[in-house]
């Protein structure tokens, strides 16, 4: 059997907070170019799993492969001049900086080569050019986002990690950054991985499909399987009724 | 540098010109506007830029003097290397305690470092070597110029550090540091070794203020536990950043500045109150100063 | 080993007054989220009332403890009121800065009316000691020791057994789910404030018999109220309890086997040690607000 390395394998990863096990044995693995999302209830430990990706958080037990090489101690300043960049679920941009100084930090700090031009081009790609000498902090919504891409794409990564970028758009910014990330993908080949919670969007630009819940994967595959499994039908309803049922302490 | 700020520079050096149109009383007062304004500076580059309100910072202050001190009685050494070495363990505290203390959040560190501070102010109480309460004579200065040597000195000082401030405004490695203020964990997610660079912005900043404390120590020759580590002095450096405005260049200078002046002319008109008028003063300048640390140009 | 019990029992007794003084700041923090820099000056403005009580009209600093707890009760109110209430949206760097502030203020007050000689309420009672087995106690600690111990359960009982009580806690925990089940966060803030400052005034009559004082003594004394919250945790009235005994046992046996000289160097390095390697204290609770 034809064994391709992977660009990003997770190995059965762990993490509890305090008395709270928030992920439980998580494995998946991600080849080069693909683009996969990561979706379930509230509370099943997406964004965990991102920040573990990142380095933002150690995992308890198992392990984190980047382009085969083992990256779960690195800090992740150390991940990013590797190649993995992320957005935030709320913004957590520079905001007293200017538009092009928050993508000229990455482009120095975390990218191999020259900066300089590329930041130009960066900001034309994620259509914000025109704004690059305003304050990041006077931005809408829907451009901080793309700001948040422009930086992560400053790193030059392979791997993007993506929390809830379509969270509090209306449907016409939501197409937009679809297209934006579609065009990212075909000029880049950058591979994927997307917390969401905006199904319909996240389907539009993924096949392939995990669901968390409680910490486990419990189904992973083509988003059409979704509706016809029964434990994902249990966790997305049981959910909306367990919030009452004193779960936790 | 601005233009704002090519003027403030302009207006430092020509205060190199000044001695001979002053007295000695007012020569006095430049001279401790000009050690408040090192020590500013030196605050600005840890809190304007990088973020983090470090204050006991006099700690390195004390350091920087008492070694000084030290090196002159004890080893004879000559003021400029006894200043040297001063500056240098001042440094080398840095390094070895900034990585630990600067995951603390903001006031938490700020408490930190005070009660290092303090903590280093009783040791030095203490110690026989440091002079215990009674503190440290040092020998006279007696050289040429008198005490305008000390003017000049806090006046390079000063042209030192604001220098450094211009150029963390513009540099890379500024941007770095702005970058950990702004938000510390999108930094490091986008490649910034925020560790290495919240350590080297800290000893930047203890590098500056041992030296002034080691240059003010030779300046007033008699040391105590109580004026090399005292906490009024961190509040006036902090004060003096917000009244001229934190993470600007030329901010901290014309703070200090301003500062001493009030000081100074406090100290003259009401000597009984000064201490209870410069505590209403500090109360009335957090109200009044809108946002506080993190107002910038 | 007499020597060790003696030292232990002096540290219960040093330790329960500690863990008293500290109440009125581990509840703003804990409440308000204030770090009051000038807690310590409260407690000796505090000394300094029961002082002048004492030597101009005679009043025992045992009886005019309720007199301290009023004046700094409306004191707590007054400055949460036209002061407080406006840093409280500041960030907290911004509130240290102003609470030194007050400090220095309050302790230069005091030092015009009273310049800094120390001084001391001698009252009859605080030279004599007592034999008990193979201990000496002096009576007036044991009376701050009995003082303080009763003190600090009145307010774990005001705490738990009343509303306001129940109020504090609820504001603590959160702020904005008080709000929703019918408590006033701004009361709270204003009945904590005061109930602090009493606090710290009150424990100001029992510190001036203890020892003598300074008008520049604040400093050190909100140091080690500070110390005694993060060690124990910011939490609840055991907390406190923890904490003052941990800076009991420091301070007596640091000052017996290394020198009095010594005894705020430890302190001191035990709460830089504590916040680097425990913020949370030894019991920390998330009862009031977050280390």
């Known amino acids: 059997m034809e064994e391709k390395v992977s660009l990003l394998v997770v190995e059965n990863v762990s993490k509890s907070f305090g008395g709270n096990r928030v992920l439980k044995g998580v494995s998946f693995s ?13 509370g099943s430990g997406k964004t965990t799993l991102l920040n573990i990706l990142s380095g933002t958080v150690r995992q308890d037990e198992g392990g984190v492969f980047f382009k085969g090489k083992r990256v779960d101690h690195l800090s992740p300043h150390r991940r990013a001049k590797m190649g993995i960049g992320r957005t935030f679920q709320i913004t957590r941009l520079f905001t007293n900086l200017t538009v092009l100084e928050n993508v000229l930090i990455p482009l120095h700090y975390g990218s191999p080569g020259p900066s300089g031009k590329k930041a130009e081009e960066i900001l034309d790609m994620v259509g914000l050019l025109r704004m690059k000498d305003l304050k990041a902090g006077s931005l809408s919504l829907a451009q901080r986002k793309r700001l948040e891409l422009a930086r992560a794409l400053s790193l030059n990564p392979k791997l993007l990690l993506l929390d809830e970028v379509f969270a509090g758009l209306n449907p016409v910014s939501i197409r937009e950054i679809l297209d934006l990330l579609r065009r990212i993908h075909s000029e880049t080949g950058v591979a994927m991985v997307l917390v969401e919670h905006v199904l319909k969007a996240l389907f539009q630009i993924t096949r392939r499909v995990i669901v968390l819940s409680e910490g486990r994967i419990i189904y992973e595959g083509k988003p059409e399987g979704m509706a016809k499994n029964q434990e994902v039908i249990k966790a997305y309803l049981g959910e909306r009724y367990g919030a009452f049922r004193g779960k936790g302490p | 540098m601005g233009k704002y700020d090519l003027l403030v520079l302009g207006g430092l050096l020509a205060l190199a010109l000044l001695p001979p149109f002053l007295t000695d009383y007012l020569e006095r007062v430049v001279t401790s506007a000009l050690l408040l304004a090192s020590l500013a500076l030196a605050q600005n580059v840890l809190l304007g830029y990088t973020g983090y309100p470090a204050f006991g910072s006099v700690a390195f202050f004390g350091i920087g003097g008492y070694a000084t001190a030290v090196l002159m009685r004890d080893l004879s050494l000559p003021f400029p290397v006894a200043l040297f070495g001063g500056t240098v363990l001042s440094g080398v505290l840095a390094l070895l305690i900034a990585p630990p203390v600067m995951r603390l959040r903001s006031h938490y560190f700020a408490i930190t470092t005070l009660a290092l501070q303090l903590a280093l102010g009783e040791l030095v109480a203490n ?18 110029g008198g005490y305008l040597l000390f003017y000049y000195l806090f006046w390079a000082l000063t042209l030192i550090s604001f220098l450094i401030n211009a150029y963390v405004d513009r540099s890379t490695f500024g941007y770095a540091l702005k970058a950990i203020r702004e938000d510390e964990v999108a930094a490091e997610t986008l490649g910034v070794n925020t560790v290495l660079f ?13 030296c002034a404390g080691g240059i003010y120590a030779y300046w007033i020759t008699y040391i105590d536990p109580t004026s090399m580590f005292d906490p009024v002095l961190s509040v006036k450096m902090f004060v003096a950043l917000l009244v001229g405005g934190v993470g600007t260049v030329s901010g901290p200078l014309l703070g200090a500045f301003l500062l001493e002046v009030i000081s100074e002319t406090l100290w003259g008109q009401f000597p009984k109150v000064h201490g209870l008028i410069l505590g209403l003063l500090i109360v009335l300048i957090v109200l009044i100063i809108p946002r506080g640390i993190w107002r910038k140009r | 080993m007499d020597i060790v019990l003696q030292l232990l029992v002096e540290a219960l007794l040093l330790g329960t007054f500690y863990a008293f003084m500290s109440l009125g700041f581990s509840l703003t923090w804990g409440v308000l989220n204030i770090i009051n820099l000038a807690y310590g000056s409260y407690i000796i403005l505090g000394s300094y009332l029961a002082y002048t009580l004492y030597t101009s009209a005679g009043l025992d600093p045992i009886l005019s403890l309720p007199i301290s707890f009023t004046a700094g009760f409306l004191l707590g109110l007054i400055l949460q009121s036209f002061l407080m209430n406006r840093v409280m949206t500041l960030e907290p760097f911004m509130i240290l800065i102003l609470t030194f502030g007050l400090d220095i203020f309050i302790a230069n007050t005091l030092n015009l009316l009273f310049r800094a000689d120390i001084r001391s309420i001698d009252v009859p009672y605080a030279e004599r000691s007592h034999l008990i087995g193979p201990l000496i106690i002096t009576e007036v600690k044991a009376v701050v020791f009995v003082l303080s111990l009763v003190l600090t359960g009145f307010v774990y009982i005001l705490l738990h057994s009343t509303w306001t009580g129940r109020a504090i806690r609820a504001v603590a925990l959160d702020r904005e789910g008080a709000r929703i089940v019918g ?7 204003l009945i904590t404030s005061g109930i602090g400052t009493g606090i710290a005034l009150s424990s100001g009559n029992l510190y001036g018999v203890l020892q003598g004082f300074t008008p520049f003594d604040g400093g050190m004394l909100t140091v080690k109220a500070f110390l005694v919250s993060i060690v ?20 007596v046996f640091t000052g017996f086997y290394l020198g009095e000289g010594w005894k705020f160097f430890a302190s001191l390095i035990a709460m830089f040690l504590f916040l680097i390697l425990r913020p949370r204290g030894l019991l920390g609770g998330k009862y009031y607000g977050e280390v």
């Open chain 1, 30 to 42: 991600l080849g080069e170019g693909e683009i996969i999302g990561i979706v379930g209830p509230n």
């Open chain 2, 127 to 144: 110690l026989e070597i440091t002079g215990g309460a009674q503190g440290i004579n040092l020998p006279i200065y007696r050289g040429p």
């Open chain 2, 198 to 210: 919240k350590t080297l912005s800290f000893t930047l900043t203890a590098l500056i203020t041992g």
């Open chain 3, 183 to 189: 408590v006033s966060p701004e009361k709270v803030f």
């Open chain 3, 232 to 251: 124990g945790g910011l939490g609840r009235v055991e907390s406190a309890l923890a904490g003052g005994l941990f800076l009991g046992v420091l301070e």
